[in-house]
């Protein structure tokens, strides 16, 4: 076997954890992670709104709304008009989806980037660094992605 199959291999592997804990995180929860991710941004922000949520996340705007659009309809989050400004719309969790984000599993990033914090700089710099330049080198460097690990198309909701 050649190291580029070794490479390979570990994107491969990466791929598919992604892939099971998406799954697992569905079966639990009920929720993918693009909506858990929106969940808790919205338990730290209070009342946000779509614009300001998408940002935190870096997902667009209509992707965002999508999402709220379906955490709306299950109950999780509720729409509000801005008393100030009624032109103005505010996302919030519900009881339920403060209730939902309770008990909801940690997603993959979360465990990642607590084992991420413990190393050295040189080491996080080293990897940056490798994973910049696989992407590069599998011409996704200019792709559209958020840091949620998740698989397939993240405008299914």
Do not use: H
């Not at 032109?87 to 997603?107: M, S």
């Not at 330049?133 to 460097?141: F, I, K, L, P, Q």
């Amino acid at each position: 076997m050649n190291d580029y199959d070794d490479i390979l291999i570990l994107i491969r592997r990466i791929m598919r954890a992604i892939d099971l804990q998406s799954k697992q995180l569905v079966k639990q929860s009920g929720l993918t992670a693009p909506q858990l991710v929106v969940l808790q941004a919205l338990r730290r922000e209070g009342r946000a709104a779509p614009s300001a949520v998408a940002r935190e996340v870096a997902l667009s705007q209509a992707t965002v709304t999508s999402i709220l659009d379906r955490l709306d309809r299950a109950g999780l989050t509720r729409r509000e008009r801005s008393d100030a400004d009624k032109r103005v719309v505010y996302a919030c969790l519900t009881e339920a989806g403060e209730r939902k984000l309770a008990e909801a599993p940690e997603l993959l990033q979360s465990g990642f980037l607590r084992q991420y914090r413990m190393l050295q700089d040189w080491e996080r710099s080293m990897i940056v660094s490798s994973f910049q330049r696989v992407a590069a080198m599998m011409d996704a460097e200019d792709l559209d992605a958020s840091p949620i690990l998740d698989v397939g198309d993240i405008a299914r909701d």
